[in-house]
């Protein structure tokens, strides 16, 4: 009974739903990345590392320019430029999509642990460099529970949940969207009516790049105002199998990432609950849910969800 009195405490919480759009929003920028990319033919498990990056750049610039937002927005290329070397090797060389993408990891993974004593002065951890603030939304904070729940919010939240609508109407509702689909299930075909299988195929893994440092931005200075080594803690290989779990679809990815969001707030209350007053060498425990329940979803998924045809195939253009 003790544990369903702690569950209805949870769940009634405001709190809680304000910690799963948090703890949601990392994971949809990356889902939606991974979603741009594999649409078109090219499978990017990179995210992590893209993500990774995001974090970083985004600290480093703000360090030195006072301006959160400055921070946010110029990640976003140093993302599209990381990306830029997976479309190149899977792209235009053909190469192996699974080992350049985890090339890129390594190479993340490497830099910003190496360059942070040489910017910081400090290695595992950055300093306080500043965070986005939240805003209040009129006529939302004053209602009862929504109010408290999601009435002051971060706008990269926002921009997050705005992201999925573009994303969903660009690829179903626009010629690009067209073309990024034919390319993704049927190359061959899409090159014989004159698309630019390489140029789509391009956009595609660059705009991946893109909203995955923005996820992995809202981490450092979104959320905590710093960088700290591997903060993303295998967030980008959560948003691939949300991703999977939406069936390659901007809304379904959505939902996906909201469970799993909703999983590492779960988490977060458990161990923190003062009803079932959890050891504190039993706590880290709780960080493992949610990758519990990602394998366990995806274990789940196995033959149900189709992936774009040409997914992971490279094209070679015929002379």
């Given at each position: 009974?003790?544990?369903?009195?702690?569950?209805?405490?949870i769940f009634s919480?405001?709190?809680?739903?304000?910690?799963?759009?948090?703890?949601?929003?990392?994971?949809?920028?990356?889902?939606?990345?991974?979603?741009?990319?594999?649409?078109?033919?090219?499978?990017?498990?990179?995210?992590?590392?893209?993500m990774l990056l995001?974090?970083?750049?985004?600290?480093?610039?703000?360090?030195?320019?006072?301006?959160?937002?400055?921070?946010?927005?110029?990640?976003?290329?140093?993302?599209?430029?990381?990306?830029?070397?997976?479309?190149?090797?899977?792209?235009?060389?053909?190469?192996?999509?699974?080992?350049?993408?985890?090339?890129?990891?390594?190479?993340?993974?490497?830099?910003?642990?190496?360059?942070?004593?040489?910017?910081?002065?400090?290695?595992?951890?950055?300093?306080?460099?500043?965070?986005?603030?939240?805003?209040?939304?009129?006529?939302?904070?004053?209602?009862?529970?929504?109010?408290?729940?999601?009435?002051?919010?971060?706008?990269?939240?926002?921009?997050?949940?705005?992201?999925?609508?573009?994303?969903?109407?660009?690829?179903?509702?626009?010629?690009?969207?067209?073309?990024?689909?034919?390319?993704?299930?049927?190359?061959?075909?899409?090159?014989?009516?004159?698309?630019?299988?390489?140029?789509?195929?391009?956009?595609?893994?660059?705009?991946?790049?893109?909203?995955?440092?923005?996820?992995?931005?809202?981490?450092?200075?979104?959320?905590?105002?710093?960088?700290?080594?591997?903060?993303?803690?295998?967030?980008?290989?959560?948003?691939?199998?949300?991703?999977?779990?939406?069936?390659?679809?901007?809304?379904?990815?959505?939902?996906?990432?909201?469970?799993?969001?909703?999983?590492?707030?779960?988490?977060?209350?458990?161990?923190?609950?003062?009803?079932?007053?959890?050891?504190?060498?039993?706590?880290?425990?709780?960080?493992?849910?949610?990758?519990?329940?990602?394998?366990?979803?995806?274990?789940?998924?196995?033959?149900?969800?189709?992936?774009?045809?040409?997914?992971?195939?490279?094209?070679?253009?015929?002379?």
């Amino acid at each position: 009974m003790k544990i369903l009195e702690v569950l209805w405490n949870i769940f009634s919480n405001p709190l809680f739903y304000k910690l799963t759009l948090t703890a949601s929003t990392p994971l949809l920028f990356a889902s939606l990345g991974g979603v741009f990319s594999e649409v078109t033919g090219v499978v990017n498990i990179a995210l992590e590392g893209i993500m990774l990056l995001g974090a970083f750049s985004s600290v480093v610039i703000t360090y030195y320019t006072g301006n959160v937002w400055l921070g946010f927005l110029l990640s976003i290329p140093i993302g599209i430029g990381f990306s830029w070397f997976h479309a190149w090797a899977s792209i235009k060389w053909r190469g192996n999509q699974i080992v350049s993408a985890t090339a890129l990891i390594l190479v993340a993974q490497g830099l910003t642990g190496f360059l942070m004593e040489p910017i910081f002065g400090q290695p595992g951890q950055t300093p306080y460099v500043g965070r986005i603030e939240e805003i209040t939304l009129p006529g939302i904070s004053s209602i009862p529970f929504i109010g408290e729940a999601i009435g002051t919010i971060s706008p990269i939240v926002l921009i997050a949940f705005a992201m999925v609508f573009f994303a969903w109407f660009l690829i179903y509702k626009t010629p690009l969207g067209l073309r990024m689909r034919s390319v993704g299930e049927n190359p061959e075909a899409a090159d014989t009516l004159g698309v630019d299988v390489f140029k789509i195929r391009y956009f595609g893994v660059l705009m991946s790049g893109a909203l995955a440092s923005m996820g992995g931005a809202f981490l450092s200075i979104g959320e905590v105002g710093n960088f700290r080594e591997l903060m993303t803690g295998g967030r980008g290989f959560i948003a691939l199998a949300a991703m999977i779990l939406g069936n390659w679809n901007p809304i379904g990815a959505m939902w996906a990432c909201l469970m799993f969001g909703m999983s590492e707030a779960l988490a977060n209350q458990l161990q923190s609950s003062p009803i079932l007053n959890v050891p504190a060498t039993a706590k880290p425990l709780f960080n493992l849910f949610p990758f519990v329940v990602t394998l366990v979803v995806v274990a789940g998924l196995i033959g149900r969800t189709r992936p774009p045809a040409a997914d992971g195939v490279p094209y070679e253009k015929e002379e």
